[in-house]
């Protein structure tokens, strides 16, 4: 299943400083990774796992190498597209949660929406629905600050997945909650990924490599040991695209600007509506 | 793009709610500059609408000929503003005047030429007294009303003069007993023939104060002053539909009579609008560059604090940046923001400047004056300089790596 290969790194090298300075976060690094896979990247302090998720979720460049994202070589993509991407395509979570603190809970949810040109309704609507799937709908406009650790890192991860992204990076999305909170969080991106979703995750902790389906553990810049717990053939797919195309008469609202309007939209559609019946069977 | 416009503006509006006094004080050095600059639109709106309205009440039949044509450009008014007035020499000439005369449909030409001197009557002496030197026709060009006596008389414009309210009133404490009485003026002796009612009208197209001034012939102003310079021609056309052709006659004859000098202008209504002192521009001029020095001292607060607030706001940037903001996307973010804490400044000025002109109109005659293009060069310049000093803080925001951007705290 060649289609199916949604990331593909080939050589892929970074490098801080030059000369004597010189050092390097990723040497040479290859990786395919296919849809549907939630990946653990371990490993000890330094070893590049952050700068392997900044530079998957187009917010760093390798120095050297080759990044494949849909069969795109993301070298050639425009700043501004690569923007467009982050909002559409990639969710990011990160260990200090990172929202805005002068903003609502239910504003810094929607922020992904603010540049994909959706309406203001609408964004909010989304951002409801995003936050009622994590049980947060009765804090919707309390601050950050307001909120426990767990729950603002509940907050990040429907920031993340509010805008039907197909990539989940989470960089140690549970470094700063204690276990039970930690437990909640990932019960809530195994559901993400249950859905049909790629995960990248960073962490420290081995406990957690239950949850993926693969675990690749990182040594100075390279793969040290790299086991998949799921088949390819198991991994949980997007739903076909033949239910799609009723629901876009349905909820005009959620037609996208761009004028691109591939399968891959499609499949977005999808996803909206089978976590809608979800929700409901809840 | 219309709603990522909305969007940024919503997000300007809550960013300078949240730093309210900060905002406030900004806002205020562009107000500042603002309200300057309105004050001055409005002073030199009011004062050429004083003289629109006086031309008005003259008559449509008046034709102004002033001295040196080239007075518009720069460089003659830094000589005129450099140069002593005693040494100036004016391009008009008592000939002119008669030339004038003989054209035809012109029915009365009035030289003005003022000098200022020491007056003498019995009781008091003044000096510095402004003596407007012109002839007997200016009675029938200029509504002047005089209280006593007469105007100058082709039998007694020699060696006669017309004193104006507040001259009389100084030289011999009153109003009513000063005809027939002489003043003396450089050692020569005047009969006093009339004393003008009270115009308190110290703004007008002749640049005379005529409450102060005194009135006499010009041939003896230049007797007793040795040269005259004359600054204005008031000519009176016998009918109103043919302005244009009497004053293209006017400047015909002119040219023939000063021998192809065409240093003079000859204007008719709304041309006249502005004063014939030079000295009005060169004030409202320095005014003007004043008031341009505060808005770009405003401008500069304004740009000092949007790199506080993107320095402060680095974090929230990185965010943004990570969840799909283009550095476009940023970049109009901070410039919204500057150009909300100019245009709030400049309504702020706005306000500022016309309460200002008001309270400037109630000790002087300057009324204030509104109009959509003081509030459109109001507009256009406040957005100038939130774009000039805005964009530098908010290319500062776009370009920052969103790495780095997410690591920063406050």
Redesign the interface.
């Known amino acids: 299943m060649s289609e199916n290969i949604l990331i593909e790194l080939q050589g892929l090298t970074k490098r801080y400083g030059y000369g004597d300075t010189e050092s390097f976060a990723l040497k040479d690094f290859d990786l395919t990774i296919k849809r549907g896979e939630f990946i653990m990247i371990m490993g000890p302090s330094g070893c590049g796992k952050t700068t392997l998720l900044?530079i998957i979720?187009l917010?760093?460049r390798a120095s050297k190498g080759k990044y494949i994202l849909n069969g795109e070589n993301v070298a050639s993509i425009s700043?501004?597209r690569q923007?467009?991407?982050?909002?559409?395509k990639?969710g990011?979570v990160?260990q200090n949660f990172?929202?805005?603190e002068?903003l609502p809970v239910i504003d810094n949810v929607a922020?992904?929406l603010?540049?994909?040109?959706y309406?203001?309704t609408a964004q909010l609507k989304a951002a409801s629905n995003a936050l009622k799937r994590f049980h947060l709908n009765e804090r919707e406009y309390y601050l950050p600050y307001q909120l426990s650790g767990g729950q603002q890192q509940r907050v990040a991860i429907a920031?993340a997945i509010v805008?039907d992204p197909e990539i989940i990076l989470a960089d140690e999305p549970t470094g700063n909650l204690d276990s039970r909170a930690s437990h909640i969080v990932m019960e809530e991106l195994k559901a993400i990924h249950g859905e049909g979703n790629t995960i990248i995750m960073v962490t420290h902790n081995p406990s957690l490599t239950s949850y993926a389906t693969r675990v690749i553990n990182m040594l100075d810049g390279q793969i040290d040991t790299d086991v998949k717990t799921v088949s390819d053939a198991n991994l949980p797919q997007p739903i076909s695209v033949k239910i799609k195309k009723k629901k876009k008469a349905e909820e005009p609202e959620f037609v996208e600007i761009s004028t691109q309007k591939t399968e891959k939209s499609d499949k977005k559609e999808e996803k909206t509506q089978k976590r809608k019946k979800s929700r409901r069977k809840k | 793009m219309a709603l990522l416009l909305k969007t940024h503006y919503k997000l300007a509006r809550s960013a300078i709610k949240e730093n309210r006094t900060r905002s406030l004080l900004t806002g205020l050095g562009i107000a500042i500059g603002v309200a300057s600059i309105i004050l001055i639109l409005s002073l030199m709106g009011s004062i050429s609408n004083l003289i629109k309205e006086q031309t008005k009440e003259i008559g449509a039949d008046l034709i102004v000929v002033r001295p040196n044509s080239s007075k518009d450009n720069i460089t003659s008014i830094v000589e005129e503003f450099t140069a002593a007035n005693s040494f100036q020499k004016s391009s008009l000439a008592i000939d002119d005047v008669t030339a004038i005369k003989k054209v035809k449909n012109v029915s009365a030409a009035a030289p003005i030429a003022i000098s200022t001197n020491t007056v003498d009557s019995e009781k008091n002496n003044f000096e510095s007294v402004p003596i407007l030197g012109t002839n007997r026709d200016f009675i029938k060009i200029e509504p002047l009303a005089l209280r006593y006596g007469a105007f100058l008389t082709e039998e007694n414009e020699e060696n006669s003069v017309v004193l104006g309210h507040t001259l009389s009133l100084a030289l011999f404490n009153t109003v009513n007993s000063t005809v027939g009485k002489t003043v003396t003026i450089m050692g020569e002796k005047f009969m006093i023939v009339g004393v003008l009612d009270e115009v308190d009208r110290s703004i007008n197209f002749d640049n005379v104060d005529f409450d102060n001034a005194l009135i006499m012939d010009i041939k003896s102003l230049d007797k007793i002053t040795g040269s005259t310079q004359i600054q204005q021609i008031n000519v009176k056309a016998a009918n109103t539909d043919s302005l244009e052709t009497i004053s293209n006659d006017i400047q015909d004859a002119l040219i023939n009579q000063k021998l192809g000098d065409k240093n003079f202008s000859v204007s008719y209504g709304d041309e006249i609008t502005h004063p014939a002192s030079n000295l009005f521009n060169i004030v409202s001029g320095m005014l003007a560059i004043v008031a341009a020095i505060s808005l770009v001292v405003g401008g500069i607060g304004v740009m000092n604090i949007m790199l506080v607030s993107v320095a402060e706001r680095t974090h929230e940037i990185g965010i943004r940046k990570a969840v799909g903001a283009s550095s476009r996307n940023i970049l109009m973010q901070f410039l919204f923001e500057a150009l909300i804490l100019c245009i709030f400044g400049g309504i702020l000025g706005l306000v500022l400047g016309y309460i200002l002109a008001f309270l400037l109109s109630v000790i002087t005659p300057f009324a204030p004056y509104i109009s959509w293009e003081i509030i459109a060069i109001t507009f256009l310049t406040t957005v100038g300089i939130g774009i000039i000093f805005g964009i530098y803080p908010a290319l500062k925001a776009a370009t920052k790596n969103p790495i780095d951007s997410l690591k920063h705290y406050r």
């Open positions: 900044n979720g917010l760093d700043a501004r923007a467009k991407l982050r909002a559409k990639i990011f990160f990172n929202l805005i002068d922020l992904p603010v540049y994909t040109g309406s203001k920031r805008g």
